[in-house]
């Protein structure tokens, strides 16, 4: 695709890119077919190639409207285009760069405003998003119908979490919302680890990922995230930790992005570089010691073995971070018969924010995704993000939860 950028843009660090990123496009609309609004909405705008022109006119100087500006917040930012397309397009990054345009030229409403300045105070404070969680439950019967299928009505209990005992140490991310809405996720994660030889320890002092303002587009204070969860980790990095682990894949597509992100930082290249190297998604590091735990799941009492699971691989594991078959693989290793799920590359509608920001699209693709997870008639649904789980939980009577958690069960024999 030939561009001819404005003066306002030629030659800066996002117009690079951004010409980069143009100049890969071949115009040849592979990227709707696997596009979840473009499926729903049929309008060329709603998809990455209509979108990737929006981009491209405002970069060249054409006017950037309240309508261009409705068509990029559509976009779930699920990056299955990426996966798709031929000629490597780098889509994501891309329409960060278009939101970031749009937000500083077209003023958002008042009330559009304000929600998202709560959303980017609350849901990076994890202390005060567990409050307003406490407090959402405690006034669930009495909140709008909307609102009571956003606060679950009841938290797992955590259990017990190992003390760290190993030479072997990984890092893990407590994340935002997680530590609230699943406690568990990150408490099974030690305690599997630990039986596998790996002390799993959380930096008190680590905060979010800096994804939700980031793609708030408040980018600045999503950078500024991004370098006080380094700060935070640095002393353990520099004590030889083996790796960081994600246990949500939408922190982890962020955290493995932070050497681009922050590649322009004098400060923090190098060690925001050194942090993506060593982060790794939890499916990596439990099949990296498939090996050790296999003797483990043949000498754990009978239980969940056999089990029926869907399947929910949520888009920033095999879109972002491109891991497809190891949570398969390892489900497959323990015991469990995995049904089929049908258009497992599209969203569930979750994406971050977006259910909140785009709730009618997002409902329509929730209703899409849980037909697909319940055809085969699994005993329950797992998936590897918070987000997706909370979301989808909402609509669907079947257990759901994180696939490590399923898996710590079973080892169990629970």
């Known amino acids: 695709m030939q561009t001819e950028l ?98 500083e030229r077209v003023p958002r409403p008042l009330l559009a405003r304000l929600q998202r300045l709560v959303l980017r105070a609350v849901l990076p404070r994890r202390a005060l998003f567990a409050a307003l969680l406490r407090l959402g439950r405690w006034m669930r019967p009495a909140l709008p119908f909307a609102l009571q299928d956003k606060v679950p009505a009841s938290v797992p209990a955590a259990g017990d979490w190992p003390a760290a005992r190993h030479a072997r140490r990984m890092l893990v991310l407590a994340g935002c919302v997680q530590p609230a809405l699943a406690p568990e996720v990150n408490a099974a994660s030690a305690r599997l680890l630990d039986r596998l030889g790996i002390s799993l320890i959380e930096a008190p002092a680590a905060g979010c990922c800096g994804a939700v303002r980031f793609h708030l587009n408040a980018q600045e204070d999503g950078l500024n995230d991004m370098r006080a969860l380094i700060d935070a980790w640095w002393p353990y990095v520099e004590a030889g930790v083996d790796a960081i682990v994600m246990s949500a894949s939408g922190c982890g597509v962020t955290v493995k992005e932070y050497g681009h992100l ?123 993000n918070i987000g997706c789980i909370s979301h989808l939980q909402s609509g669907s009577a079947l257990p759901m939860e994180h696939w490590i958690v399923a898996l710590e069960r079973r080892l169990a024999g629970v």
């Open 262 to 384: 922050l590649a322009h930082d004098p400060a923090y290249a190098a060690k925001a570089e050194k942090i993506s190297d060593l982060t790794k998604d939890l499916s990596e590091v439990i099949a990296a010691e498939l090996g050790n735990l296999k003797p483990l799941l043949a000498a754990a009492p009978p239980g969940a073995e056999g089990t029926k699971l869907a399947l929910q691989l949520p888009c920033t594991l095999q879109h972002g971070q491109k891991i497809t078959g190891l949570v398969q693989s390892i489900l497959v290793a323990a015991g469990f018969e995995l049904t089929p799920v049908a258009d497992s590359h599209l969203c569930c509608g979750s994406a971050g924010t977006y259910s909140i920001l785009q709730p009618d699209l997002s409902a329509r693709l929730k209703v899409n995704k849980l037909a697909a997870l319940h055809a085969g008639s699994p005993h329950a649904i797992v998936s590897a």
């Open 6 to 103: 404005s003066d306002f843009f030629k030659g800066t660090r996002d117009g690079i890119e951004a010409d980069a990123i143009l100049r890969k496009c071949v115009h040849c609309g592979f990227c709707t077919a696997t596009c979840p609004t473009y499926q729903l909405l049929g309008d060329e705008l709603d998809g990455p190639r209509g979108r990737i022109y929006l981009i491209k006119g405002m970069l060249e100087g054409a006017e950037v409207t309240a309508r261009t500006q409705v068509h990029l917040d559509r976009c779930l930012t699920c990056r299955a285009c990426e996966t798709t397309c031929p000629s490597g397009v780098q889509y994501g990054r891309l329409v960060d760069i278009g939101r970031k345009i749009a937000e």
